[in-house]
């Protein structure tokens, strides 16, 4: 979500799968040749990302795959393999480092848009400002003759 986000800030193409109201297949009905189907998983792999990968390598598409192992499911079917661990002094697995990894990824194709892509960041960051989006503190009112 987090690089679907931060992509869609410059670029209209991207389309987000993640299976609200089970129409995960659904979103992937169009992709063809032309496409590229960026693929984050990490073991446990869940069943539709595994799937998502194969259906678009068998349509054409091209597969970028941010996983955790060489032998991850998703990396068999990549075009492109990016590796980022997992790893975690806690119970659970840690997600800063493929976070990182979608984060540079995101960095470097804006920094290749030039400035079509600041004009689109603009744009966006505007609009958030429209209805917005983000809280600002407002600014504390000082008494006349006190400090």
């Known amino acids: 979500y987090a690089f679907h986000y931060a992509y869609s800030m410059f670029r209209a193409d991207a ?15 169009r992709i063809c040749s032309d496409d590229v189907l960026f ?14 990968a194969g259906y678009a390598v068998g349509k054409g598409a091209k597969v970028i795959a941010l996983t955790d192992s060489p032998v991850s499911p998703l990396a068999k079917n990549a075009t492109v393999t990016l590796y980022a661990g997992d790893d975690s002094p806690s119970f659970y697995q840690s997600f800063v480092g493929p976070m990182a990894v979608a984060q540079a990824l995101v ?6 848009g ?9 744009e966006s960051e505007r609009q ?4 917005g ?13 006190k400090r």
């Open 114 to 122: 030039g400035d079509a892509v600041l004009e689109k960041i603009a």
């Open 15 to 29: 389309v987000l799968l993640d299976g609200r109201g089970g129409a995960f297949a659904d979103a992937l009905r």
């Open 39 to 52: 693929v984050i998983g990490l073991s446990p792999y869940t069943d539709w990302s595994v799937k998502a």
């Open 107 to 112: 960095a470097l194709i804006a920094s290749r």
């Open 133 to 145: 989006a983000y809280w600002q503190e407002t600014p504390v009112r000082r008494r006349k003759g």
């Open 128 to 131: 958030l400002e429209e209805f």
